[in-house]
């Protein structure tokens, strides 16, 4: 969220369309976007938009943001509703006049631009992985293994999802013990290895608490 703040402030930004599913993480998204706005100083409008994640039609929409003229739109969708912001969002003549922002890395998939095709073209999105980024030895393992059992590189959320349990068995290494709170005594003692660099965890307030934030690209 920080992350892609900065981007928006550095690119000037005045309107941004923020379009998201009614679930904690799209109503979330919402409310840390603002706050973000302001702590940084954005100094741009939002328009939140929130849709419930079984639609089927996003049309009516798509043409109030298109009224609207957003200089940008922030895709916060996941799975199928994420899709269907590109694509009606790219029929209505919304995007790509209006650039977009997609808030994951889903891009980065295969079956992203199986399901979009040229729709899917002139996105902006985060990633945390490129196939020929550096990795540790951790990651390196980790991403043979997969290729031979898969045929294909891995993608951030594979080797995240790894990394993470590596760590946890590391601290429980560490601490030497099973329960939560050695457990996170011996996160915040040590640095441990990742899938792409050294992590180590500090303290923070909320959701921030002992979350590491990996490089972007």
């Known amino acids: 969220m920080q992350l892609w703040s900065r981007w928006l402030k550095e690119r000037g930004v005045k309107r941004v369309a923020l379009v998201v599913e009614n679930t904690d993480f799209g109503l979330g998204l919402v409310e840390e976007a603002k706050k973000q706005f302001k702590t940084l100083g954005v100094g741009a409008e939002i328009k939140a938009i929130v849709v419930d994640r079984a639609v089927a039609d996003l049309t009516p929409q798509m043409l109030e943001l298109k009224a ?15 899709y269907l912001i590109v ?4 029929d209505v003549g ?7 922002l997609i808030a994951t890395d889903l891009p980065a998939r295969p079956e992203y631009w199986k399901n979009l095709g040229e729709k899917g073209t002139y996105v902006t999105f985060i990633v945390h992985y490129q196939p020929r980024m550096k990795l540790t030895a951790r990651g390196e393992a980790m991403s043979r293994r997969y290729r031979e059992a898969f045929k294909e590189d891995p993608v951030y959320p594979a080797l995240n999802a790894y990394s993470q349990v590596m760590l946890i068995a590391d601290a429980i290494t560490a601490a030497k013990s099973d329960k939560g709170e050695e457990i996170a005594k011996a996160l915040l003692a040590n640095k441990f290895e990742g899938w792409n660099a050294t992590v180590s965890f500090t303290r923070g307030e909320g959701p921030y608490w002992q979350q590491w934030t990996p490089p972007c690209f």
Do not use: E, R
């Open 94 to 100: 919304l995007f790509p006049a209006a650039p977009m």
């Open 68 to 82: 609207w003229k957003p200089d940008m739109i922030v895709n916060g969708g996941v799975g199928p509703i994420l």
């Open 87 to 90: 694509k009606q969002a790219y």
